[in-house]
């Protein structure tokens, strides 16, 4: 199987190249076609994300699918070729087992890279471009994909600020649900913070904010409720996490007026996240029982830390793709040697054949015990020629350390029995 990959992603080209090459999913159907027609081309897939564009291929020249992937996209080849990388043999089926992981995509670990992999997987199966060792290949990169996942803490540890938010509050409540979240001011990250909350449980969602319609822009995307600015404060003893993220040059929420609300809340516990610069909450709120408040320096300690640990849980998972890549190669090549060595064994049988036929007239009349016993005489020649290279091609097709094809090829030159390389490396 000669395997190739060709792609750009966010560490090769900015976002206005990626745009370009892009793959609307209506799209798709075509794209496959018409590269599964070009010449030379055996099996194709395409993944098209925000962060990435990859064809995946075989049999065909790498030259001849950048080409098409210029032309399809309407792109000059020779200016898009600075930003393409392209990988060969056992480095493209490495390639597909780590973005398969999560451990070549922006964020090590995120889980929508495996979701965007099987939907291209089912639509190019649907499509009939995959029929054969890439689809094999593939299907394997989603088992060392859960490997990964079962086998490593790689995707647990939160690394944006929204979801550090989510973890802590976890951390607190034990559970979001049913809890009522207040959002002081509407700024991008408390709206993102907001929407991770109300996916973990969360449920009501209010929205203040010194610009009204501005508070109903927001309400309007998570179906919440407005409050009016100069009345928020009576809302407060009822909310489980508030969200701060307003423009005030002056402290919103004091030691005092917390204490206030705690005292009405019974002490039971409050989640506050102050991700305003200039900050909304006096620090000395923290120092109140059953008053947790983070910053934005607060968040983001959290998420180096993640960041860290998910690096750590990486190496791991690199070692887990290494074994399964190795796996899938060994067999992929015991499904080549196959034929190979059945097209051994009848080459060898009908050279027994013709022989015993081109002698038949020098032996002449032979009884059936003489039958037997030439048929046991020649057979068992050939099976001792044929021996010594099966052996060796089911050895080498084992062994992590196969020569990758070229015995395959020497058996099938030196016997003339046809057929096409194996996977490269």
Not at 28 to 38: G, I, N, T, Y
Not at 381 to 389: C, D, E, G, L, S
Request: net charge neutral; aromatic share 4%; hydrophobic share 40%.
């Amino acid at each position: 199987m000669n395997l190739s990959i060709i792609g750009v992603n966010h560490r090769t080209a900015p976002v206005e190249v990626r745009e370009k090459l892009a793959f609307a999913e209506h799209d798709l159907p075509k794209a496959l076609r018409d590269l599964c027609d070009h010449p030379g081309v055996g099996e194709a897939f395409i993944l098209s994300t925000c962060n990435r564009v990859e064809v995946a291929f075989t049999g065909a020249d790498d030259a001849a699918v950048s080409r098409f992937l210029a032309g399809d996209r309407g792109i000059d080849g020779k200016w898009l070729e600075q930003y393409l990388y392209r990988h060969n043999g056992v480095e493209a089926m490495r390639h597909i087992f780590r973005v398969a992981a999560s451990l070549d995509s922006m964020v090590v670990g995120e889980p929508q890279i495996l979701g965007q992999l099987k939907a291209a997987y089912q639509l190019a199966k649907d499509n009939g471009s995959l029929n054969g060792p890439l689809e094999t290949v593939l299907s394997r990169a989603f088992g060392a994909a859960k490997r990964v996942r079962s086998e490593t803490e790689i995707g647990q540890a939160a690394v944006s600020v929204s979801y550090a938010a989510v973890e802590l509050a976890r951390e607190i409540f034990g559970t979001l649900k049913g809890r009522r979240i207040l959002l002081i001011g509407a700024g991008k990250m408390s709206e993102l913070a907001a929407r991770h909350l109300r996916r973990s449980g969360a449920s009501d969602i209010l929205v203040t904010n010194r610009t009204r319609s501005r508070a109903e822009e927001m309400a309007a995307v998570f179906d919440g409720t407005v409050i009016d600015y100069e009345s928020f404060h009576r809302v407060l003893p009822d909310v489980d996490i508030i969200i701060t993220s307003s423009g005030a040059p002056d402290y919103i929420l004091t030691p005092t007026a917390m204490k206030r609300v705690i005292d009405a809340r019974r002490n039971r516990p409050m989640f506050l996240i102050d991700i305003a610069v200039p900050r909304n909450i006096d620090p000395e709120v923290n120092k109140l029982d059953n008053v947790f408040l983070y910053d934005i320096d607060d968040l983001q300690r959290v998420v180096e830390g993640n960041v860290s640990i998910r690096r750590k849980e990486a190496e791991q998972a690199e070692e887990i793709i290494a074994e399964e890549v190795q796996r899938t190669i060994q067999s992929l090549r015991l499904r080549e040697v196959g034929p190979v060595i059945a097209g051994l064994q009848d080459h060898l049988e009908q050279l027994r054949q013709q022989e015993i036929e081109r002698m038949r007239g020098r032996l002449g009349s032979l009884t059936p015990l003489q039958e037997e016993a030439l048929e046991a005489l020649t057979k068992g020649m050939m099976n001792k020629v044929a021996h010594a290279h099966i052996a060796e091609l089911r050895k080498d097709a084992t062994h992590p350390g196969g020569s990758s094809g070229h015995i395959l090829t020497a058996i099938r030159r030196i016997f003339r029995l046809g057929g096409a390389d194996g996977l490269e490396s």
